[in-house]
């Protein structure tokens, strides 16, 4: 079986305020948590957006949810 990629795409553009931005990163934590990351069921990749859209990282750049939580944890809005 195929493993399914998952893309997260996040608003960098401020508009969204500081609050919802934290709720927006506890969500992606949370969800993260929930799957299982690995080449046969999720991959992921966050892709964030302001004027430009800007890939953060790829789908294939992580295997492990540990791996994919660090750059979770440091994403901070610009």
Request: aromatic share 10%.
């Amino acid at each position: 079986m195929k493993p399914v990629d998952l893309v997260f795409v996040v608003d960098e553009s401020g508009s969204i305020g500081p609050s919802n931005f934290i709720r927006m990163k506890n969500f992606l934590r949370e969800l993260v948590d929930q799957i299982t990351i690995s080449n046969t069921a999720f991959n992921v990749g966050l892709v964030k957006f302001h004027k430009l859209a800007r890939t953060e990282f790829p789908l294939d750049k992580y295997s492990h949810k540990s791996s994919v939580k660090v750059p979770l944890h440091k994403y901070q809005s610009t």
